[in-house]
């Protein structure tokens, strides 16, 4: 009977990393170029297991030139502090994810290549796209009011 509630216990520990294996993560880091800092995204759509390619299909030859990639790590939440779980490198323009694998573990796909999800590509350029418009509108307002204190500056009279 101990050996039944031994192999409970254990099922009960080991389920939820295998549930969440197979599911979503709670959001993606984004680093690459054009990107000050990191992008923290929790589209639906891009935080799905299979959002960039399909690991379950086989690999492919590494590509001769890749382009320019973005690096992304999915993460889930633990308490309240965000945990990589895995990481690949997304090449939008050519099409390839390269799958660098589990952080801290092992994955018999980790090291490969893969072809992208092209469903993936409209959505990920609208956040790098979003990311552009949001330094650009601090960026503008910093401007404005740097301008405005200097006309104000120039506008104090002088005192003799």
């Known amino acids: 009977?101990?050996?039944?509630y031994?192999?409970?216990?254990?099922?009960?520990?080991?389920?939820?990393?295998?549930?969440f294996a197979q599911g979503e993560f709670n959001y993606i880091v984004v680093k690459g170029p054009g990107i000050t800092g990191d992008i923290n995204v929790s589209t639906s759509l891009l935080i799905q297991d299979d959002s960039f390619a399909d690991f379950s299909q086989a690999s492919v030859n590494p590509p001769a030139d890749a382009g320019q990639g973005y690096q992304i790590v999915?993460?889930?939440?633990?308490?309240?502090?965000?945990?990589?779980?895995?990481?690949?490198?997304?090449?939008?323009?050519?099409?390839?994810?390269?799958?660098?694998?589990?952080?801290?573990?092992?994955?018999?796909?980790?090291g490969?290549?893969?072809?992208?999800?092209?469903?993936?590509?409209?959505?990920?350029?609208?956040v790098l796209a979003e990311d552009a418009r949001l330094t650009w509108v601090s960026l503008a307002i910093f401007a404005v009011l740097f301008v405005i204190f200097l006309l104000n500056y120039y506008r104090k009279p002088i005192e003799s």
């Open 6 to 19: 031994l192999f409970l216990l254990v099922l009960f520990l080991l389920l939820p990393t295998t549930v």
């Open 112 to 126: 490969k290549w893969y072809l992208a999800n092209p469903a993936i590509e409209k959505p990920f350029r609208a």
């Open 1 to 4: 009977m101990k050996k039944i």
């Open 74 to 110: 999915r993460m889930y939440v633990e308490g309240s502090k965000g945990v990589p779980y895995d990481q690949i490198h997304y090449y939008p323009y050519t099409g390839y994810v390269y799958y660098d694998g589990i952080v801290n573990g092992f994955s018999e796909q980790g």
